[in-house]
Structures are given as structure tokens and as C-alpha cells.
């Protein structure tokens, strides 16, 4: 009687460990599929040029490192790096932007990805093409209202 007392007890503990593999893995397509959405925000943001858009994609505490230069620490330092990095539309044009990344891994309510980008831009002057590519890898949090927001970004040229 004992026995199969012991042997119902496992079998009901290895449905609830099988049951809640279950919902952690839906959880974390829902997790992906948010982040995805979070890329396409991002790219449509470039494309239309849309700064406020592409600032309330940061946490507060975010930290961006920029090829090149120290870390940029803080949405305010963030905000004015952008405003000091972003292209003069009267010189150069946004031919195609578009980021690749190959990895999204979900823990909590954190994620890590990385990936790879390739832009094209226009010289208004010469109509000279320029193009960089390179490589991306970020930390996202997920904030108090369940979204997903750039805690970490760095990036390198090929």
C-alpha cells in the first residue's frame, strides 16, 4: 500500500513538473514574440526618423556602448548622445536599415540577444552610397507594465 502510495505521489509530481515546463515555454514565445515586436518598433522608429519613439524604448537606467566612445549611462546621457549622433537629413539619407538578430534567450524578466545590422545610406551631395554593417548584442528588461525595453546595447563595424 505504501508503494503505490509513494508511486502515485511521483506520477502526480511528474505531471505538475511536465505541466509547468509547459506554460514556462509558452511563456517564453509570448516573451519572444513581444521582443520581436519590440524590433519592428525599433525599425519603423529609424525609418520615419521618430527620436521620441526610439528614446521610451530604454529603461530609465539603460546603458548604451557605442563603438569608439565610453559608456553612455542614463536615458538623459542616452537621449543626448542620440541628439549628437543623429544624421543630418540636409547631408545624408537612410537608404535601409535593417538588424538580424539570430539569438533570443528569455530569463525572467530579462533577455539577451544578439545579431547582426546592415545600413545603407545616401550622400545628398555626391549620391554616394555608404554602408556599414556589424554586429549587436543587447540586454532587455522587461518593465513594471510587462513590456520589453534596451537595458544594454552595444555594437561593433565589421
Same mark, same amino acid.
Given at each position: 500500500?505504501?508503494?503505490?502510495?509513494?508511486?502515485?505521489?511521483?506520477?502526480?509530481?511528474?505531471?505538475? +513538473?511536465?505541466?509547468?515546463?509547459?506554460?514556462?515555454?509558452?511563456?517564453? %514565445? &509570448?516573451?519572444?514574440?513581444?521582443?520581436?515586436?519590440?524590433?519592428?518598433? %525599433?525599425?519603423?522608429?529609424?525609418?520615419?526618423?521618430?527620436? &521620441?519613439? +526610439?528614446?521610451?524604448?530604454?529603461?530609465? %537606467?539603460?546603458?548604451?556602448?557605442?563603438?569608439?566612445?565610453?559608456?553612455?549611462?542614463?536615458? %538623459?546621457?542616452?537621449?543626448?548622445?542620440?541628439?549628437?549622433?543623429?544624421?543630418?537629413?540636409?547631408?545624408?539619407?537612410?537608404?535601409?536599415?535593417?538588424?538580424?538578430?539570430?539569438?533570443?534567450?528569455?530569463?525572467?524578466?530579462?533577455?539577451?540577444?544578439?545579431?547582426?545590422?546592415?545600413?545603407?545610406?545616401?550622400?545628398?551631395?555626391?549620391?554616394?552610397?555608404?554602408?556599414?554593417?556589424?554586429?549587436?548584442?543587447?540586454? +532587455?528588461?522587461?518593465?513594471?507594465?510587462?513590456?520589453?525595453?534596451?537595458?544594454?546595447?552595444?555594437?561593433?563595424?565589421?
Amino acid at each position: 500500500m505504501k508503494l503505490q502510495k509513494n508511486i502515485f505521489i511521483l506520477i502526480v509530481f511528474i505531471f505538475v +513538473l511536465v505541466q509547468c515546463r509547459g506554460l514556462l515555454t509558452r511563456q517564453d %514565445e &509570448v516573451d519572444k514574440a513581444q521582443i520581436k515586436k519590440l524590433h519592428s518598433t %525599433e525599425k519603423k522608429a529609424i525609418e520615419e526618423k521618430d527620436y &521620441v519613439t +526610439l528614446q521610451t524604448m530604454w529603461i530609465e %537606467e539603460g546603458v548604451m556602448l557605442p563603438p569608439g566612445d565610453g559608456p553612455i549611462r542614463g536615458m %538623459e546621457a542616452i537621449i543626448e548622445w542620440n541628439q549628437a549622433h543623429k544624421p543630418d537629413s540636409s547631408v545624408v539619407e537612410l537608404i535601409k536599415m535593417e538588424q538580424d538578430f539570430e539569438e533570443i534567450q528569455v530569463a525572467g524578466a530579462w533577455a539577451f540577444e544578439w545579431g547582426e545590422y546592415n545600413a545603407s545610406l545616401r550622400m545628398i551631395a555626391s549620391g554616394d552610397t555608404v554602408v556599414s554593417n556589424g554586429k549587436i548584442l543587447r540586454v +532587455l528588461q522587461k518593465d513594471s507594465k510587462g513590456n520589453w525595453k534596451i537595458a544594454r546595447s552595444m555594437w561593433n563595424e565589421n
